[in-house]
């Protein structure tokens, strides 16, 4: 257990497009659970490998007291529609409204390298394609409609 330094927007790994996890390796375990501590510690729902600074296809996701492990994940389908406010914890202090899909369904490989199949709907399935962006190089600040805005403002 141990907490991972959190890359923040401007570093250029969190450009990158991340390689596929080939096989289950303790480090990918340790890995996992640090990825974990580090999401739960900053209060995020959802952190993926290169926010850590790692260039693999792995994210973390918990929304609702469920902890997801999604390694190489693909999405299959998606449909309807959800707009609101979305943050990252590689773009600290800051909310943006995003457009995304309001129902998820992804494949991937579970921690213990079980195919699975996982559907989401409204935060999960906002969540999902949040970290599926990151294996590709992407930040949801691409995708904001208006202006990012500091969520401190709002909340004080
Ligand atoms: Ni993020």
Redesign the pocket.
């Known amino acids: 257990m141990a907490l991972r330094k959190i890359r923040t927007m401007g570093d250029s790994i969190l450009t990158k497009v991340c390689k596929p996890v080939k096989e289950n390796t303790p480090k990918i375990q340790i890995l996992i659970d640090d990825m974990f501590d580090t999401m739960y510690e900053a209060y995020?729902v959802?952190?993926?490998a290169p926010?850590v600074g790692i260039l693999k296809r792995l994210v973390v996701i918990d929304t609702e007291d469920n902890p997801i492990v999604l390694i190489n994940p693909e999405i299959l389908e998606v449909s309807g529609e959800q707009t609101g406010d979305e943050?990252?914890?590689?773009?600290p202090g800051k909310v943006g409204v995003v457009t995304r899909p309001n129902y998820v369904k992804v494949k991937a490989l579970d921690r213990d390298f079980n195919e699975i199949i996982v559907e989401g709907e409204e935060l999960l399935a906002r969540a999902i394609c949040?970290?599926c962006e990151?294996l590709d190089g992407h930040?949801?600040v691409e995708r904001v409609e208006g202006e990012l805005r500091d969520s401190s403002d709002e909340e004080a």
């Open positions: 995020g959802g952190l993926a926010q943050g990252c914890l590689s773009v949040h970290e990151h930040l949801y």
